[in-house]
Every structure is written in structure tokens, then in C-alpha cells.
């Protein structure tokens, strides 16, 4: 239960109080401030509390994002604030700033005011809510109620909810294809008492069951996994709309929302792939390339985000003409489309799936998202190269957590420590080579599945090591972590594909997926300000490197049977690891409360 402090009389015929129980809200008042603190000091710690004028004038929706919003510790509008468990001292010490006695009067007139004043200057991390076109205000006057009670009819406030639902900026399909009649569907799903979290779960099982009819591998299996894959992506957009209309943002929603996109996208590649199989044609590699392709891509719009997490502003001339373009209308489609994001994406997948084969449908992918991936990444290349801007230390750290070393990388940084300049280029260049050198090996060599494989790994874990030697300050500092992933990722394939045996490559394709879940869960974390996973996870997985020697050493030592059943068995060992760390995290008190706005292309 949450509490709700009227600070003054009521005001004759005024809904306020019925609002605030409509929120969820136990209503009380109090005559002035000294009453008002001692309100406070007896709610229940645990208690989110609300302070709030009774002469506010103001729209439902202004009161609701205001004060039952559960991402900031402590938000305000004209005439209400409110502040969650975390925050509840500074109130307390704010209502004890409040000084008493002649001369005061303009403290005390609109309490709420100057409660949000110190709680600003506090830095408790107070939020003040964008109003838009909806009305919050305190009327000192009838002649003021009047005006206000007149705008507030003049917007409709639930047009206002339904239109924020929506994200500002998405895709092109989704902002016209799905967002028109998908926000009726969040408010329907509100009014029916649904959570985000059931529907996030209802659209993992759809998309779940489209795989499962892909994998029938017939014509009619295929159409309908094409038709349910869209009613998915429906409900994926669905559920992030519910939070925002709601309001009900959670830990256990963002991890969701997080995680599920991808599951759902690389179990229908599997389908795809068994209903291949099913036709005659493999096309494991195909899937297991177009997932590696995909978090790539990922990785590289994650690195550079952090990189330049810390940045005030972008002065690059790349940045400028980006600005420009952004000017004129259609562009701002044409450049968001050409980036394929999930909406896209999906349709052209789901269009695929019912029109052509499995082959078609990943051809098509790889082609797109390679060409998406040169653009995007080009223009971020130039951006770091003509920007300047410093880099910070948790800018550093972050990518140094990304780049996911274990213990030889670390032992070879320790050693290489102090050599080379912090800020040059060597440290894409060595993680560059630390991936081409093995890639190359692997890719052109008769026999890759060698002991002389293990030690061109040995060679890759050197220059991995000299990669992140130094604090990862560097312009483009933020390649490393993208060059070790497409090593690894691409390294299993090849070393899969090239042993000729069934089952090898569906093997390998679980592999790679629990071991890019563990990256896209480093990513959420450090997202979430509370740094990557546990150290102990990252040594027992290996690192990058660690799982690469180990890989190429099973390769050697094992017949390609044998080396299928040994990827078989690492694929579970790692799942059940990181799932099981990744799980306790997520539903602890020590999770944070992300709702992520941006979606990954």
C-alpha cells in the first residue's frame, strides 16, 4: 500500500482524493508542515509516500506518471511528489529544512514546491516528468481552478497514455504496421489486469510454436510459421507498451524483455533449419551464420554505446551530416530501414518462411544484415575517428567486461602490461589479428581439426592477451570486443562444418547460442550500472580465448564423433551455468529496474 499526505484542507468538490485512490493510494491529510512530517515519520519504511497539494488541478495521467512510476526513487509535478523507500530520508530531512514562524509564508504556500526544490538540490535522483500537453498545476485562486478545470478538458488524457504508450522513435514497419492497432491491444490487456511479464511470456511461446511449425518443413507448416512469428513480434511490441501505459516497469520484465527477443529469433532459426532437413537440404550452417551475423551486430552497437556512455556530445563532422540528413523526413526512414531493426527483420523473415524455402529465407538475412552491419559500422568508425572526445574509465571498464577474457588473456595482459600507449589503435589491432590469424587458419587449411589448430589458438590467445593489456581508452578501443566475438563464434562454425558429421553443426548452434546469451547478459547488466557477472563465471566459462583453446583441442584429440558428442556436452555444461547465475541475478534484490526503450537492430 502506498500513501498519499494532503498538505492543506480539501478544496470543496475537488476529484483529487478519489484520483489518488484510484492510483492505489491511502489518503490523509495534514493542516500544515510540522503535521505533515509526522504523517511521514509513521508510514512504514517500506512505503512509497506522496505529498500533494489539494489545490492541484491537473490531468489523472499527470498524477499517475508522477507518482506510481517505480524507475525513480523520487519524482514531482506542480503540486505532487513522491518518493520511494530509498528516498524517504531525504523527504524526511527536506520536511526538516522547513523553517517556521513570521516571514515563512512563501516556504509553506505551496509546500510541494519547495519539498522539490530540496529534494533537487539533494541530488536524491528526482525525476520531473515531461508533461507534454497534460495539465498539472496548483490553483491558488477559483479564477486559476477555473482556467485550469477548462485546459484539462481540452485534452484528452487517455489519448495522451495511449500515444506515449508507443515508443518515439522505432522502426518504419513497426510505427506503421504494428503500433496503430498493437496500443489498443496494451490497453486492453491493462484493463483485463494482464502484466508485461504474461505477455512477454504468451509472445516467447508464440514465437515457440512458429518454430515448432517451421520445423514440420511443409508448405503449410511453413505459411503458418511465418503468420504466428508476426502475431509474435504483435505481442512483443504489445508488452513494452502495456509497461509504458501502465506503468508497471520491473526487473523481472526487463530481463525478460531482454533475453526473449533473441531466444525467439534463434529457436526460429532452428526450426527453419530442422524443416530444411526435413526437405532434404542442410542448411545448419546457413542458421548458425545468420546467428552469429545477428549478435555481432549486437555487440557492435553495445561497444560503442559504452564507449561513448560518458559522452557530452558528438562533434564529429560524421555526427553533423547524421544531424543533417535527420532534417529532412524521409531519410530518417530510410536510414532506420536500411539498419534491417527486429521489425523488419521478422517481416521479411515471416514473408519469407511462407512464400519461399529456408535456404531463400537465409540467404536473404545474411545478405541484409551484412549490408546493415558495413553501414552501421562504417558510420561509427568514421564518428570515432573525427570526434574528439575523452574517454573515461568506466567507459574502459565496461569494455574490458564485454571483451569476456579468462585467466590465459588476463596472464598474458599481466605480462604485456606497460607496453604500447594507451589511446593508440594497437588494441583493435591486436584483437583484429587474434581473430584473423585463427579464422584464416581455420578457414583455409585442408585438415583444421589439427594439433597444429591448438596452436595457432595459443597464438590467438597471445595477441588477445596484448589486446586489453592496456585500460581500453582508444578510439576505436570498441572493435575489441566485436573482433573476439566474430573469432570465437566463427572458429566453432568452420571447426563444425569442416568435420562432415551430423549432428555437429545443431550442436554447434547450441553452443554458440548459450555462450552469446552470457554476452547479451553482460550487456544487461552493465546497461543496469551494476557491472558484469561475477569474475568466478567468467573464469569458469573459460573467456573467450580459454573456450577457443579448449574447442580446437577437443577438435584434435576426438574423432569428429566424438568431437560432435564433446560439443554436445559443453553446450549444457555452459547453459545450465550462466542460466542458472543469470536467473539468480535477475530475480534478486540486487537487480536493477531496466526497462530498455532502444532496441538492438
Not at 594 to 601: I, L
Amino acid at each position: 500500500m502506498s500513501t498519499a499526505i494532503l498538505t492543506g484542507p480539501p478544496v470543496a468538490g475537488s476529484p483529487l482524493e478519489a484520483d489518488l485512490r484510484t492510483l492505489g493510494f491511502d489518503v490523509r491529510t495534514a493542516n500544515d508542515a510540522a503535521s505533515a512530517a509526522e504523517l511521514l515519520a509513521a508510514v512504514p519504511a517500506q512505503e512509497r509516500v506522496a505529498v500533494v497539494d489539494p489545490r492541484f488541478v491537473g490531468h489523472l495521467h499527470a498524477l499517475r506518471l508522477a507518482l506510481t512510476d517505480p524507475r525513480f526513487p523520487a519524482a514531482a509535478v506542480p503540486g505532487a511528489l513522491t518518493a520511494q523507500p530509498g528516498a524517504r530520508a531525504a523527504l524526511a530531512r527536506a520536511f526538516g529544512r522547513i523553517p517556521v514562524g513570521a516571514g515563512t509564508a512563501h516556504l509553506t504556500d505551496v509546500l510541494t514546491d519547495t519539498l522539490t526544490e530540496s529534494l533537487d538540490r539533494e541530488e536524491t535522483g528526482l525525476h520531473r516528468v515531461e508533461l507534454g500537453s497534460l495539465v498539472a498545476t496548483v490553483a491558488l485562486t477559483p479564477a486559476q481552478r477555473e482556467d485550469a478545470r477548462e485546459a484539462v478538458a481540452a485534452v484528452d488524457d487517455e489519448a495522451v497514455r495511449l500515444r506515449t504508450a508507443v515508443k518515439s522513435r522505432d522502426g518504419f514497419f513497426t510505427t506503421y504496421c504494428i503500433s496503430p492497432y498493437s496500443r489498443y491491444l496494451a490497453r486492453w490487456c491493462a484493463r483485463r489486469g494482464l502484466t508485461p511479464n504474461q505477455v512477454t511470456t504468451a509472445s516467447l511461446l508464440t514465437a515457440l510454436i512458429a518454430a515448432g511449425c517451421a520445423a514440420t518443413g511443409t508448405r503449410g507448416g511453413f505459411i503458418a510459421a511465418g503468420l504466428l512469428l508476426l502475431f509474435s513480434f504483435v505481442l512483443d511490441c504489445t508488452d513494452g507498451q502495456l509497461a509504458r501505459y501502465s506503468l508497471q516497469y520491473s526487473t523481472m520484465g526487463a530481463w525478460l524483455d531482454a533475453t526473449f527477443d533473441r531466444a525467439k529469433e534463434y529457436a526460429y532459426y532452428a526450426g527453419l533449419a530442422l524443416g530444411a532437413a526435413r526437405g532434404g537440404d542442410d542448411v545448419w550452417a546457413l542458421a548458425l551464420g545468420a546467428m552469429v551475423l545477428q549478435t555481432c551486430r549486437h555487440v557492435v552497437d553495445f561497444s560503442f554505446n559504452e564507449a561513448n556512455h560518458d559522452a557530452s556530445a558528438n562533434t564529429s563532422p560524421t555526427a553533423a551530416l547524421s544531424d543533417k540528413l535527420d532534417s529532412v523526413g524521409w531519410t530518417v526512414w530510410v536510414r532506420r530501414m536500411i539498419v534491417l531493426p527486429i521489425g523488419e527483420r521478422w517481416a521479411m523473415i515471416a514473408v519469407l518462411t511462407a512464400c519461399t524455402t529456408p535456404r531463400i529465407v537465409f540467404y536473404a538475412l545474411l545478405i541484409g544484415c551484412a549490408l546493415a552491419a558495413c553501414y552501421t559500422t562504417a558510420g561509427r568508425v568514421l564518428r570515432s575517428l573525427t570526434r574528439r572526445a575523452r574517454r573515461t574509465d568506466r567507459a574502459a571498464r565496461a569494455l574490458a567486461d564485454l571483451a569476456d577474457s579468462g585467466p590465459l588473456a588476463e596472464l598474458i595482459a599481466g605480462r604485456a602490461r606497460g607496453r604500447g600507449r594507451t589511446g593508440s589503435f594497437l588494441a583493435p589491432v591486436m584483437a583484429f589479428l587474434s581473430a584473423a590469424v585463427l579464422l584464416v587458419w581455420v578457414i583455409f587449411q585442408d585438415d583444421p581439426t589439427s594439433w597444429l589448430t591448438v596452436g595457432v589458438a595459443v597464438c590467438s590467445a597471445l595477441l588477445a592477451g596484448a589486446a586489453v593489456a592496456r585500460p581500453l581508452k582508444g578510439a576505436l578501443d570498441w572493435l575489441v570486443p566485436p573482433f573476439f566475438r566474430a573469432g570465437e563464434y566463427v572458429t566453432i562454425l568452420v571447426l563444425a562444418a569442416r568435420t562432415d558429421v551430423p549432428g555437429a553443426l545443431p550442436a554447434a548452434y547450441g553452443l554458440v547460442a548459450a555462450v552469446a546469451y552470457h554476452h547479451y547478459d553482460t550487456v544487461y547488466r552493465i546497461r543496469g550500472g551494476t557491472g558484469a557477472p561475477p569474475r568466478w563465471l567468467v573464469r569458469a566459462t573459460g573467456g573467450h580465448e580459454g573456450r577457443i583453446l579448449l574447442i580446437t583441442v577437443l577438435a584434435a584429440a576426438l574423432s569428429p564423433s566424438g568431437f560432435t558428442i564433446a560439443l554436445t556436452a559443453l553446450a549444457v555444461v555452459l547453459a545450465l551455468l550462466v542460466l542458472i547465475e543469470s536467473i539468480r541475478f535477475w530475480v534478486s534484490s540486487q537487480a536493477p529496474a531496466v526497462h530498455d526503450e532502444g532496441e538492438p537492430a
